[in-house]
């Protein structure tokens, strides 16, 4: 089965893969997942051995991205070796990780060493208290350094992710802004999606859209939209004055799936072909079997992707669309 392309039914080509490692955090974000959650057992999550033969299968069918998310991917203890073994794929042109920074102070050079070019960082607020409240966990001041780490380590470019949800953090977009464009990195900001079954807020009243933000951002910010699109589900600003660029992933007020060009695969080997969603297609099952070929999986993720829908259906942001939360489909 030789230069095999994914594409599926409504023509989007798919080339990029976010693959999560474990859906383990040391966190709890309010948006994410309860603070009781539970974890798979790990004989029931993909070795790195697995999780390199999904990799390389989806390269052989032409996938060009990874990006490595979770839970958090960095808690992963032998994620290097998974990170090794991709940066022999001389086709991949992108090879990126989600991370909540909490243990890049220990690991951004060494990332940066093993091929990995970009970082995604979240980072919902700036005030301890605040930020406490959202992960659940006291580590601003861990995640703090953590950014400055990756800034030393040199990686190609640099990204904090925001969630913004009213009464929470909507009053920060503009420090949050700043203190990313400060120091020369993108900053992109959320829509939270009704994933997962949360009691900690009621989405409907939490939800502030792009635009809402967009709007406030302008009160102090020149900004200009970018035409050029990226690919992913971004719509990025220049912002006058700086070369970092403010982004909106809008999936609730803007419907990005036309340019759709990804799939997700679980720590436990699920192949997910949209967020909004529950159809999966178990890859696990496939690779522990014992007559097991890569051509064999090559033809399941072929035909999977006449699963793929035209769109999510994420319009009412107070409805649970999917019961997985975001940690176990990987973010
Ligand atoms: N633990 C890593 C992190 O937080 O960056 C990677 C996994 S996390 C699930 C990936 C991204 O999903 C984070 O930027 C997080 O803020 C976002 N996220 C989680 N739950 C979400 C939700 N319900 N709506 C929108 N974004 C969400
Ligand atoms: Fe953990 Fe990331 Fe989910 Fe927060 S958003 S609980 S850091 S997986």
């Known amino acids: 089965m030789a230069d095999v392309q994914l594409v599926d039914p409504f023509g989007r080509r798919i080339d990029y893969l976010r693959l999560?490692?474990?859906?383990?955090?040391?966190?709890?974000?309010?948006?994410?997942?309860?603070?009781?959650?539970?974890?798979?057992?790990?004989?029931?999550?993909l070795s790195i051995e697995e999780l390199h033969e999904v990799a390389s299968t989806f390269i052989a069918l032409g996938v060009r991205k990874i990006r490595i998310t979770g839970g958090e991917p960095l808690v992963r203890k032998d994620l290097n070796r998974l990170l090794s073994k991709l940066a022999g794929h001389t086709e991949l042109t992108d090879l990126a990780i989600t991370t909540n920074g909490t243990q890049l102070v220990e690991q951004a050079i060494e990332l940066h060493h093993l091929g990995v070019q970009r970082l995604n960082i979240s980072l919902d607020s700036l005030s301890r208290e605040r930020f406490?409240?959202?992960?659940?966990?006291?580590?601003?001041?861990?995640?703090?350094?953590?950014?400055e780490s990756a800034i030393g380590a040199g990686f190609k470019r640099l990204k904090i992710n925001s969630v913004i949800q009213r009464g929470v953090n909507f009053d920060e977009v503009y420090d949050l802004a700043i203190f990313a464009l400060?120091?020369?990195?993108?900053?992109?900001?959320?829509?939270?999606?009704?994933?997962?079954?949360?009691?900690?807020?009621?989405?409907?009243?939490?939800?502030?859209?792009s635009d809402e933000v967009l709007e406030r951002l302008s009160d102090n910010l020149d900004l200009a939209p970018i035409v050029e699109r990226t690919g992913g589900p971004s719509k990025y600003y220049s912002v006058r004055g700086y070369d970092g660029r403010i982004g909106f992933i809008s999936p609730y007020s803007h419907n990005f799936c036309g340019a759709c060009n990804r799939v997700r695969v679980t720590a436990d080997g699920k192949l997910i072909l949209c967020l909004g969603e529950d159809n999966a297609i178990d890859l696990k099952r496939i690779l522990r079997d014992s007559s097991y070929s890569r051509d064999a999986m090559k033809s399941k993720i072929i035909d999977a992707m006449k699963l793929k829908p035209a769109a999510h259906g994420f319009d009412r942001a107070d409805e649970v669309q999917v019961i997985r939360f975001m940690s176990a489909t990987g973010g």
């Open 20 to 45: 999560s490692v474990t859906d383990r955090c040391d966190f709890r974000c309010i948006y994410c997942m309860p603070e009781n959650m539970r974890f798979s057992a790990r004989d029931e999550l």
């Open 132 to 147: 406490a409240l959202l992960t659940r966990r006291d580590k601003l001041e861990k995640v703090l350094e953590g950014i």
């Open 182 to 209: 400060s120091r020369g990195l993108d900053i992109s900001f959320i829509e939270e999606m009704p994933l997962g079954v949360v009691n900690s807020h009621d989405r409907n009243k939490t939800l502030v859209t």
